[in-house]
């Protein structure tokens, strides 16, 4: 189930502060947003450019957040420590971070001297996107990592690549702005961002490490639905115990660990961040009852979903 929000949310703005603070936590940031799939209402629902992100804005995150849009960090400088999607992660800039829709972000440390660019894509930009990049190699290592260091004079290419996304966003009087748009992003990528990932060019990914990263996206798309390891392992067409011993020799973690970990942050998610009521969120995450959720979260957090709720 997904919230909605107004539509006065809804809108760029580049210059006052304080509502850019806004965006950043009501947007960006706030369970599952439903943004518009059509192109024509881009301008003022389909794409954010969100420049000069500082530490003093993310001092609310406290919990785990839900992406509901595509998003690409461009860390200008500081340090972040957090668990994207359940995997921890040291990003120390310059770094490029490139977070999907529907992955999880928990923030445990964020240095003083942070900063940030950000840029939020709906789920129609990015498959537009999609076909200017696709047929490329890099694409594929793109999709495989989600941070990468970003070399400096991609940093200083991206100081000129915000102000020109800017410049076509605040030209109200051209009818192209979404192709425009898409465009510049794509070009911006073959152009400079490129070398963010030249030093993995020629990465080996053995078939243990692909079956992890097939693993890891079938829990993220079906845990909600399937919890149980013989469907994962019919999809990959191994036997249960065969997946289990690969997924944690890998990760450290076994495959239902996994599963359980992201039934449990999404729980989280919900019951911190929605007005659902305990029975909504079971029927969300399709357990035959409240009182059987309520046994299954206190397992693994040792509280029951109220007092988690509560705390």
């Known amino acids: 189930m997904q919230q909605s929000l107004p539509k006065v949310w809804l809108v760029i703005i580049f210059h006052n502060n304080v509502f850019i603070i806004k965006i950043i936590m009501n947007i960006g940031y706030k369970y599952n947003i439903d943004l518009p799939q059509t192109l024509d209402a881009i301008l003022d629902q389909d794409f954010w450019v969100i420049d000069n992100v500082r530490p003093l804005m993310l001092q ?28 921890s992660h040291k990003i120390v800039g310059p770094a490029f971070v490139k977070i999907r829709r529907s992955q999880f972000l928990m923030p445990s440390y964020i240095s003083p001297d942070f900063e940030a660019a950000v840029i939020v894509m709906s789920q129609r930009f990015e498959e537009n996107l999609f076909l200017l990049l696709s047929n490329s190699p890099l694409y594929t290592m793109m999709s495989r990592r989600v941070w990468v260091p970003m070399p400096h004079d991609v940093l200083g290419a991206l100081g000129r690549f915000v102000s020109e996304l800017n410049g076509i966003l605040s030209d109200g009087g051209n009818p192209y702005v979404g192709e425009a748009l898409v465009f510049d992003v794509a070009s911006f990528v073959f152009k400079s961002l490129y070398k963010c990932y030249e030093p993995f060019k020629n990465e080996i990914v ?8 097939r693993f890891l996206s ?9 919890r149980f390891l ?11 115990k065969h997946l289990s011993r690969s997924i944690k020799a890998q990760t450290g973690f076994t495959a239902v660990e996994w599963i359980e970990r992201f039934v449990i942050l999404e729980a989280k998610v919900l019951l911190k961040s929605t007005n659902l009521n305990i029975q909504q969120i079971a029927d969300e995450l399709n357990f035959p009852s409240q009182s059987f959720f309520g046994k299954y979260f206190k397992k693994y957090t040792g509280m029951s979903p109220k007092e988690f709720r509560n705390s």
């Open 60 to 87: 609310s995150l406290t919990e785990p957040v839900k992406f509901a849009a595509n998003t690409w960090i461009f860390v200008k400088s500081g340090e972040c420590h957090a668990e994207i999607s359940l995997i």
């Open 206 to 213: 053995t078939n243990q490490g692909r079956m992890a990263n």
């Open 218 to 226: 079938l829990v993220q798309e079906n845990y909600k639905k399937e």
């Open 230 to 240: 013989e469907f994962y392992a019919s999809k990959l067409d191994i036997t249960p």
